[in-house]
C-alpha cells in the first residue's frame, strides 16, 4: 500500500516540519477500489502538519472518519435543500465502443456538446445521438467546439496515452523560486492575503482551508459564473466579487489586487491567463514576490496540457472510473465519491 504521508511529504520538501507529529484514529473508509480514505487522511495530515508549523504546535491529531466526510462534503443542509450539482445533461453515456462522460454544468460547456452532437438539449435526445458515435471522436469533437468530454480508457489505455506517459513524468509538486527579496518568516496564516482564481473544485478546497485558518482569501469569478449548489461549499470563510478579465477595466482592477496579494491560486487552463495578457511573466513583474499557486487538470506537459478539465474527467480519462466499474462489477462507469451525477 502507497504511503501517502510520506509522499506527499516528499514533494513537500523542506517545508515539512521534521518536529511535527501526527496522530490518527477513526475507523471505516469510503467505498472505493482506490485507498480514497487515506489520501483524504494523509493530505489533511500534510496540511496540519504545516499549519502546525507556523504555529509553534508539536502535534497534529487527524480523524480518519472525518477526514473522508470532509473529502465529500462538509456542508449538511438543515431546513432548506441544495439544488443538483449537476446539469441535466451532465453524465456517462453510452457509444457504439464504451463510454463517455459530458461535462455541461456551464451554459457555454452545454452548448459546446450539442453543437458537437447536433441534437436537442434534452436526456433521450443526448442519449440516442451519443448511442450512434464512437467514444474518442466524439471527445474530440466537443473538445473542438471548446466544450468538456473526456472518453472512459482503462489503466493500461491511460499509461499508453501520451498524456498519461506525460503526467507520469512531471513531479507530485513542482517548486520555482522567482522571487526578487525574501519574505519575512510567517507565523500564521492571519492576515495573509490570498486571491482565489478557482472554480471547481481541488483550488477552492485549498483556499477555503486556508480561510479556516485566518487567511484572508478574496475568490474573484466571472461575471457569468454561477455554480449555487457548489458555491456555499467554495466560498465558505471568503469574500467574493466578480470580475471579467476581458474587459480592460476589470483587468486593470485585478493587476490591483495582485500587486497587494501575497499568494495567488488558480485553476484556469495553462494557456488562459496567458491569453487575457496576464501570464507567469507578467504576473511576476506586478508582484515578485507573490506565491503563484497554480493547477491544472491535465498536467503541465503533453498534448492535453491546455485541455479544458474537471476532477470528473479526468477520473474517465486516467483509468480510475473503469477500475471502479471493473471492481464493483457495475454496469457503467464508477468513479471515486463525489464524481457522479
Known amino acids: 500500500m502507497t504511503d ?3 509522499t506527499i511529504g516528499a514533494a513537500l520538501g523542506s517545508s515539512m516540519p521534521v518536529d511535527v507529529t501526527s ?26 502538519r504545516e499549519i502546525a508549523a507556523l504555529s509553534g504546535a508539536q502535534s497534529t491529531d487527524v480523524d480518519r472518519r472525518l477526514a473522508s466526510f470532509w473529502f465529500d462534503m462538509t456542508l449538511r443542509p438543515q431546513g432548506w435543500k441544495l439544488p443538483s450539482i449537476w446539469d441535466d445533461l451532465a453524465g456517462d453515456y453510452a457509444t457504439t465502443d464504451g463510454w463517455i462522460r459530458l ?8 452548448a459546446a456538446a450539442l453543437r458537437a452532437l447536433g441534437c436537442e438539449g434534452t436526456k433521450d435526445a443526448v442519449t440516442n445521438a451519443v448511442a450512434k458515435r464512437q467514444k474518442t471522436e466524439l471527445e474530440s ?13 482503462t489503466e493500461d489505455e491511460w499509461a499508453a496515452h501520451p498524456q498519461g ?3 507520469l513524468s512531471e513531479p507530485l509538486i513542482a517548486w520555482e523560486t522567482t522571487g526578487h527579496t525574501s519574505p ?3 507565523i500564521s496564516l492571519e492576515n495573509v492575503r490570498i486571491l482565489d482564481l478557482t472554480r471547481i473544485l481541488a483550488g477552492p478546497v485549498a483556499t477555503r482551508f486556508l480561510a479556516g485558518f485566518g487567511a484572508e482569501v478574496l475568490r474573484i469569478d466571472p461575471l457569468d459564473w454561477e455554480e449555487p449548489a457548489a458555491e456555499p461549499e467554495v466560498t465558505l470563510g471568503k469574500r467574493c466579487a466578480g470580475l471579467d478579465l476581458r474587459d480592460t477595466a476589470d483587468r486593470k482592477r485585478f493587476q490591483t489586487l495582485l500587486a497587494q496579494a501575497d499568494v495567488l491560486v488558480h485553476g484556469y487552463r495553462a494557456d488562459a491567463l496567458e491569453g487575457l495578457g496576464l501570464g507567469s511573466d507578467t504576473r511576476a ?16 506537459s503533453g498534448p492535453w496540457t491546455n485541455r479544458r478539465g474537471f476532477d470528473s474527467l479526468v477520473q474517465m480519462s486516467a483509468g ?3 477500475s471502479g466499474m471493473q471492481a464493483a462489477n457495475a454496469p457503467r462507469p464508477k468513479p471515486v465519491a463525489g464524481a457522479s451525477p
Open 23 to 48: 496522530t490518527r484514529h477513526g475507523l471505516g473508509h469510503l467505498p472505493s477500489v482506490y485507498a480514497v480514505t487515506d489520501l483524504a487522511t494523509a493530505s489533511i495530515e500534510a496540511a496540519g
Open 4 to 6: 501517502f504521508a510520506s
Open 141 to 153: 469533437a466537443v473538445i473542438a467546439q471548446n466544450g468538456c468530454a473526456a472518453a472512459m480508457l
Open 184 to 186: 519575512a518568516p510567517l
Open 320 to 322: 480510475i472510473a473503469a
Open 165 to 167: 506517459k506525460a503526467v
Open 285 to 300: 513583474a506586478i508582484n515578485p514576490n507573490c506565491i503563484d499557486v497554480c493547477l491544472n487538470a491535465y498536467g503541465w
Open 103 to 110: 461535462h455541461t454544468n456551464a451554459p457555454q460547456h452545454r
